[in-house]
């Protein structure tokens, strides 16, 4: 009933660009942390950008830092990251994920909802 479902990921070149979005059904997001996280093949999960419930803050890992920007459309219910100058190392599949704080949380364990995941691929 309460899901995360991440859309948006897909086959881009180097230095393209893609819009990720973390739709939340059931619930609303309005007061959720949110993580992107992701995990390429053979690597451990790593988180990219968080976002705060309610006071505002972002974080971005050094790795994705000026590349990609977290945002939210609490209209539409929805939290998006949006991916610049896309590297092959960016390939992996990315993740959502929520929990109901108001500060900004990078513990992965401190989520409690999950996404699906979406595949962002990167090759030439």
């Known amino acids: 009933q309460e899901q995360l479902v991440e859309s948006g990921g897909g086959l881009v070149q180097p230095g393209g660009s893609l819009r990720l979005a973390c739709t939340a059904h059931g619930f609303s997001l309005a007061h959720y942390a949110i993580g992107w996280f992701r995990q390429a093949p053979g690597k451990e999960r790593e988180g990219v950008s968080y976002?705060?419930?309610?006071?505002?803050?972002?974080y971005y890992e050094d790795s994705v830092k000026g590349r990609f920007t977290i945002s939210r459309d609490r209209a539409k219910n929805t939290v998006y990251l949006q991916m610049d100058n896309l590297k092959v190392e960016d390939a992996a599949v990315y993740y959502c994920a929520a929990t109901f704080r108001g500060v900004l949380v990078r513990n992965a364990q401190e989520f409690h909802k999950w996404g699906q995941g979406t595949q962002v691929t990167v090759s030439s």
């Open positions: 976002m705060g419930g309610s006071d505002g803050s972002i």
